[in-house]
């Protein structure tokens, strides 16, 4: 552990700590900041940082001026739905790479992997044909189904290394007393699992709400989109862009996230350090 005794080395820990929080927070703030100027006060030669006339009218107009509560839903639709069976999918393939053995494991579980190497956009235009060809394309479950893809492979890797570390004593000693491979799974490992299945969850909820490309892609009705989309084409355009409309926006668009963080990240924080030491 680090250990500051003079009063020199806790003042130059404090100036690198306040240097690199304001660094990393100052975009936030912008953006809250912006979100409460008017119009006239945005688009100004020299922008000030705090608004001479704070104004909430940015929200006020944010859920009659666009389809935000409907693009809200189907974020939670897309994003949710990707996120569960991510973690679903991710559990039976990472517990069957750690604690089983047979013909071909290693080879299928890198070649997983391998998936995360590629640009998402070059599998986007893999995707596109496949989706369009089932029927796919403009429904929640075409979306659901490339969050899917794009999660997986990350998703069973962090459940593997997690996995990896739970002792195969507790795992042999529920066989001898006649347990199912299903039962010892779901009664005895998932619940030790817990702050892993929690991380990937959150991994993959936070990666599909934030997606844009793969949403603007794939989904094209306007009924349909989800904030990203919603975000650009309702806010930014050729001729004219609502900055502080779209700052409003940003920002009760990403409370969901926040908030779901705000609850989770105990669990986030064991799960991603978890496989770090090999117990």
Same mark, same amino acid.
């Given at each position: ?8 080395? =806790? ?12 660094? +990393?927070? $100052? *975009? ?9 100027? !008017? ?7 020299? !922008? ?10 940015? &929200? ?11 693009? +809200? ?18 559990? &039976? ?8 053995? /047979? ?15 590629? *640009? ?7 995707? /596109? ?6 029927? $796919? ?21 962090? +459940? ?22 299903? &039962?010892?799974?779901? =009664? ?33 009705? *306007?009924? +349909? =989109? ?8 309702? /806010? ?19 409370? !969901? ?8 990240? =105990? ?13």
């Amino acid at each position: 552990m680090l250990k500051l005794l003079s009063w020199q080395s =806790r003042l130059a820990f404090t100036a690198v700590f306040s240097l690199i929080a304001g660094f +990393l927070f $100052l *975009p936030l703030g912008w953006m809250a900041l912006t979100s409460i100027k !008017p119009e006239a006060e945005v688009f100004v030669r020299m !922008p000030t940082l705090w608004p001479n006339a704070a104004t909430l009218q940015n &929200y006020a107009q944010l859920f009659s001026r666009s389809d935000m509560l409907l693009q +809200l839903k189907n974020s939670l639709i897309t994003a949710g739905g990707g996120a569960v069976l991510t973690v679903i999918l991710a559990t &039976y393939a990472a517990y069957s790479f750690a604690k089983f053995r /047979y013909l071909g494991r290693k080879p299928l579980m890198f070649l997983m992997l391998s998936a995360q190497m590629f *640009p998402f956009a070059m599998m986007l235009i893999s995707l /596109y044909p496949m989706l369009q060809w089932a029927g $796919l394309l403009n429904t929640h479950l075409g979306l659901i189904l490339a969050y899917i893809i794009l999660a997986l492979p990350s998703g069973t890797y962090m +459940l593997y290394s997690y996995f990896i570390n739970i002792p195969t004593e507790i795992i042999e000693a529920a066989r001898a007393d006649g347990a199912g491979e299903l &039962y010892i799974l779901h =009664r005895i490992v998932l619940p030790l699992a817990m702050p892993a299945l929690v991380t990937v969850g959150l991994y993959s909820f936070m990666w599909a709400w934030n997606d844009l490309l793969f949403s603007l892609t794939l989904i094209t009705q *306007p009924e +349909l =989109r989800t904030v990203g989309p919603g975000l650009l084409l309702n /806010y930014i355009g050729e001729s004219r862009n609502d900055w502080g409309g779209a700052m409003a926006a940003s920002i009760v668009s990403s409370l !969901p996230v926040v908030i779901g963080f705000a609850f989770l990240q =105990r669990f986030f924080i064991q799960g991603l350090t978890a496989g770090a030491v090999k117990s």
